[in-house]
């Protein structure tokens, strides 16, 4: 079983439409969770991260179920411009553990 | 205000070959990492450093070699190529305060081609 588990995806949506990730995690002692944002051929970088209270920022919204070991995004209002890879990450023994990302696709 | 750079950018080794990839990072920060990228499977990482000096396997880390002579580089070596480690390599580092990680920055890949 993978560490941190995401569905691949595609999500295929038109601009202006609200889109869901989510995410399961397997090890109860991790400590912290992120999102990160992959466009083609390129790094990673931070999205936003992700808290148990939950946190917002602009249009993004994520939430941290800690209990069911479950992460979500949220994304309000899709743009063009976020078409991309979303990784859902957590950290584990000092390293950050990667899922293997959800490819969203926003069509005009 | 480079962050994290890496060198080269792209690659193509024949197998049984070697080679170094070079990550700088100009941000003082104590831990780098080196990721491996291949399709469908997400980053995983091969080998972590805590520290100058410093060095751990991470889980794919059969292959490769890692050294921290100096804080600001991180090497991954590869002794003798083989075609299964064509991917895309990313290295990053972070600075860590007790259990919060923070500053995590990526840099832009390295594409290696083993044929």
């Known amino acids: 079983r993978k560490e941190v588990e995401q569905d691949p995806g595609p999500f295929n949506v038109p601009e202006g439409a609200t889109v869901a990730f989510n995410c399961t995690y397997s090890?109860?002692?991790?400590?912290?969770f992120f999102w990160y944002r992959q466009d083609c051929r390129k790094e990673p970088k931070l999205l936003m991260s992700?808290?148990?209270s939950g946190n917002e920022d602009g249009r993004f919204t994520a939430q941290l179920n800690r209990a069911s070991q479950y992460i979500s995004l949220l994304i309000r209002d899709s743009k063009l411009s976020d078409s991309a890879t979303y990784l859902c990450?957590?950290?584990?023994?000092?390293?950050?553990?990667f899922g293997s990302g959800t490819r969203l696709q926003v069509q005009p | 205000n480079a962050g994290v750079t890496q060198t080269p950018k792209f690659r193509v080794l024949k197998t049984g070959q070697s080679m170094t990839l070079l990550c700088a990072q100009d941000?003082?920060?104590?831990?780098m990492y080196w990721y491996r990228q291949d399709p469908g499977m997400g980053l995983r990482l091969i080998h972590y450093?805590?520290?100058?000096?410093?060095?751990a396997k991470g889980e794919v880390p059969d292959g490769y070699n890692v050294s921290r002579l100096k804080k600001q580089n991180f090497l991954l070596g590869l002794e003798s190529a083989a075609p299964s480690q064509t991917s895309v390599y990313f290295c990053?580092?972070?600075?860590?305060?007790?259990?919060?990680?923070?500053?995590?920055?990526f840099g832009s890949g390295t594409r290696l081609t083993v044929v």
């Open positions: 990053a580092s972070s600075w860590v305060t007790g259990t919060s990680y923070y500053g995590y920055t």
């Open positions: 090890n109860s002692a991790s400590q912290s």
């Open positions: 992700v808290y148990s």
């Open positions: 990450v957590v950290i584990y023994r000092r390293a950050l553990t």
């Open positions: 941000m003082n920060h104590e831990y």
């Open positions: 450093s805590v520290g100058e000096g410093t060095t």
